[in-house]
């Protein structure tokens, strides 16, 4: 399976922010719309990402609050991508590795994108799933053996 797949199912809604954005109004983005990450845009290109984990480490440093500053001051700037044609089978483990709960989906400087944790888990488990429900139809359909006859 293919990061395009993913795509694909989750559909084309893209939500993104400037780096001179006010922190408080990209939270009150994030909580409009349930979402848990902000793909922050310049001049047409990716230049960070703003997740609730950054959120979180700015309102733990300013005491409640999530201050007056920017998406710029507290975005990650270098947050780790991959491109529609990844596979699945790779990004698991990138996804893993280095924490990350989202991440934008690049081809070449083109942002296709954001896919999260869940997407990922939900796709493998929905893959699990058909696979599973393929097996007990095989399975259920297995031909049945003719007993031999009594008298041989």
Same mark, same amino acid.
């Given at each position: 399976?293919?990061?395009?797949?993913?795509?694909?199912?989750?559909?084309?809604? @893209?939500?993104?922010? /400037?780096?001179?954005?006010?922190?408080?109004?990209?939270?009150?983005?994030?909580?409009?719309?349930?979402?848990?990450?902000?793909?922050?845009?310049?001049?047409?290109?990716?230049?960070?990402? @703003?997740?609730?984990? #950054?959120?979180?480490?700015?309102?733990?440093?300013?005491?409640?609050?999530?201050? %007056?500053?920017?998406?710029?001051?507290?975005?990650? =700037?270098?947050?780790?991508?991959? /491109?529609?044609?990844?596979? @699945? #089978?790779?990004?698991?483990?990138?996804?893993? #590795?280095?924490?990350?709960?989202?991440?934008?989906?690049?081809?070449?400087?083109? @942002?296709?994108?954001?896919?999260?944790?869940? =997407?990922?888990?939900?796709?493998?488990? =929905?893959?699990?799933?058909?696979? %599973?429900?393929?097996?007990?139809?095989?399975?259920? =359909?297995?031909?049945?053996?003719?007993?031999?006859? #009594?008298?041989?």
């Amino acid at each position: 399976m293919k990061v395009s797949d993913i795509l694909r199912v989750k559909g084309g809604t @893209l939500y993104t922010v /400037s780096p001179d954005e006010s922190l408080a109004r990209a939270v009150d983005t994030m909580a409009q719309f349930d979402i848990g990450s902000l793909a922050v845009m310049a001049n047409g290109n990716l230049v960070g990402m @703003l997740t609730f984990r #950054e959120v979180l480490h700015t309102i733990a440093k300013n005491g409640g609050s999530v201050g %007056n500053g920017t998406v710029g001051t507290v975005m990650d =700037d270098q947050p780790m991508s991959c /491109s529609s044609d990844t596979d @699945l #089978e790779q990004v698991r483990p990138m996804m893993l #590795e280095k924490h990350t709960r989202y991440m934008p989906v690049m081809d070449n400087k083109m @942002l296709m994108g954001v896919i999260s944790f869940y =997407d990922v888990a939900k796709a493998v488990v =929905d893959s699990q799933n058909f696979e %599973n429900q393929m097996l007990k139809a095989y399975i259920r =359909d297995w031909p049945r053996e003719e007993a031999p006859p #009594e008298n041989a």
